[in-house]
């Protein structure tokens, strides 16, 4: 695949989650402002799992001009994850890190030390996963695996 396809490819998924966002706020009476969509800009490019606190330093950062309150991030994460637009990995009393639900399937290895999530694919895990469904006669309609230990910078510390 070339550049100008990515390009294309992923402008066209970020309209039609652009699209979904703007239907979402519609059916929950919500007005569709600048600052929601940075929100969801911001998710859409970021390749890190962020804590709303992150996500608003980020937006921040990059648009020091708009005023986006930290409420409003906390209301528009909680809006997202409620329709699996985004999912969270929750992190107990230290909170939540959220990324963006259109993202292909991939699970998650936590680092119990420093916090660092390293995403990865294994289709033989995939593979494993349903067989072990359809062998207990179980419908599975998702799934989510996190390995929690300790990363290997961790490790060589």
Same mark, same amino acid.
């Given at each position: ?29 919500? =007005? ?106 179980? =419908? ?18």
């Amino acid at each position: 695949m070339d550049i100008t396809t990515d390009f294309n490819d992923r402008t066209v998924q970020y309209t039609q989650l652009l699209n979904d966002f703007k239907v979402l706020l519609k059916k929950n009476s919500l =007005k569709f402002t600048i600052q929601r969509e940075v929100i969801l800009e911001t998710l859409y490019t970021s390749d890190e799992h962020l804590t709303p606190e992150s996500l608003h330093r980020l937006i921040q950062e990059r648009f020091p001009n708009l005023n986006t309150g930290i409420a409003t991030i906390y209301r528009t994460l909680s809006l997202l994850e409620e329709s699996d637009m985004v999912t969270s990995l929750s992190f107990g009393s230290q909170g939540k890190k959220y990324e963006l639900g259109a993202k292909n399937h991939h699970d998650h290895m936590i680092c119990t030390t420093c916090g660092e999530i390293t995403e990865f694919v294994d289709e033989q895990i995939e593979a494993r996963q349903h067989k072990i469904a359809q062998e207990l006669g179980f =419908k599975m309609a998702d799934h989510s695996m996190q390995i929690y230990g300790t990363c290997q910078n961790c490790q060589n510390k």
